[in-house]
């Protein structure tokens, strides 16, 4: 399992770095994300199909955000085992505190159903509200005058979302799409 779940992160980095192909319609928008949302995308899939759901949620994707933003992408793709390969993956500065991280993944996965696994051989759909959220990250990375979609462009657009219970947990903690982009551009 260790050298499967590494295999399949290998190869993810070399295909999200190769963007020469030409991508169906649907996956415009996927080509402008910075290969960090690559990774939280990668994950958001994993993490879904573990718990069983039909499909990819705005849930999901906020987890994906949160563990991603921790430094925890490789830990969570092939477990806190020793000996695994290790890779330089880009650098940046943790939006959230730790404790707050923490909180908020032990919230939103205690409120998440789960069912019978599915393989990552398996396609799974996006939900709607998914969709959605990335079409605002993609309109927030814009109004930022960035060619790149970012992490943080995908929680702010995931915190302004009616419909996730992991959005509303976001807001009560004072994580809104404001207080997102606001720290993206360096403001106070």
Not at 112 to 137: C, G, I, Y
Not at 147 to 156: F, G, S, W
């Amino acid at each position: 399992m260790k050298v499967l779940v590494t295999t399949l992160l290998l190869s993810f980095i070399a295909v999200a770095q190769q963007s020469t192909t030409a991508a169906p319609p649907g996956d415009k928008m996927i080509e402008r994300f910075s290969l960090r949302s690559k990774q939280v995308l990668f994950l958001t899939r994993l993490k879904t199909g573990e718990r069983g759901a039909p499909s990819l949620s705005v849930d999901d994707l906020i987890v994906s955000v949160i563990v991603e933003d921790q430094g925890k992408f490789l830990e969570a793709m092939s477990g806190p085992q020793s000996g695994s390969p290790q890779m330089v993956l880009p650098a940046h500065k943790a939006f959230l505190d730790s404790a707050t991280a923490d909180n908020l993944l032990q919230k939103i996965e205690a409120l998440q159903e789960h069912a019978p696994p599915k393989p990552m051989n398996v396609d799974m759909t996006v939900s709607d509200e998914l969709q959605r959220v990335f079409q605002d990250a993609t309109k927030l990375a814009d109004e930022s005058h960035r060619q790149e979609v970012e992490p943080l462009h995908l929680l702010a657009a995931a915190a302004a979302d009616e419909s996730a219970n992991g959005a509303e947990l976001l807001r009560e903690a004072g994580i809104t799409k404001a207080a997102v982009m606001k720290a993206f551009h360096g403001e106070k």
